[in-house]
């Protein structure tokens, strides 16, 4: 699999006690007419627990690009996945049928949504749950 480039980001929740990371994988393609579209391949991630009075539920992973596409002739919707991990990491390959949709700034009134968002549930020993949802998204 060849990847043209890739994105990287993380996020901790607010006591510092656990923290979301994600890449996504994508390739640059140009339509005929010059105008640059994004092409998903790809996301990996998890979350990094630093205290093991910590514990994780709850996983998921939603990830998707939707937008213009030059390859469908219009705006693409509905290209999109949630995965429930079972353990605190995940890698996922992105459908071959899902279509390239525009690079944000590109063309696209709509603008275009292409990247991975995971959540979980996290529980300290002793407090109550609370929640880290974190974005990693092309083009923010």
Not at 77 to 83: A, C, D
Not at 121 to 126: M, R, V
Request: hydrophobic fraction near 25%; proline fraction near 3%; include cysteine.
């Amino acid at each position: 699999m060849s990847v043209d480039a890739s994105k990287s980001d993380s996020k901790w929740d607010s006591t510092i006690g656990v923290k979301a990371y994600s890449t996504v994988y994508y390739d640059n393609k140009t339509d005929p007419r010059g105008s640059k579209h994004w092409d998903m391949s790809k996301v990996k991630g998890g979350w990094k627990v630093t205290d093991n009075r910590y514990s994780l539920s709850g996983m998921k992973v939603t990830y998707g690009q939707n937008g213009w596409s030059y390859w469908k002739g219009g705006v693409v919707t509905g290209q999109v996945s949630t995965k429930y991990p079972k353990g605190t990491t995940f890698s996922y390959t992105v459908p071959s049928s899902w279509k390239p949709v525009v690079a944000n700034g590109s063309f696209s009134v709509e603008g275009s949504a292409v990247g991975c968002t995971s959540y979980v549930k996290i529980k300290k020993s002793g407090s109550k749950s609370w929640s880290l949802s974190f974005t990693n998204n092309l083009g923010s």
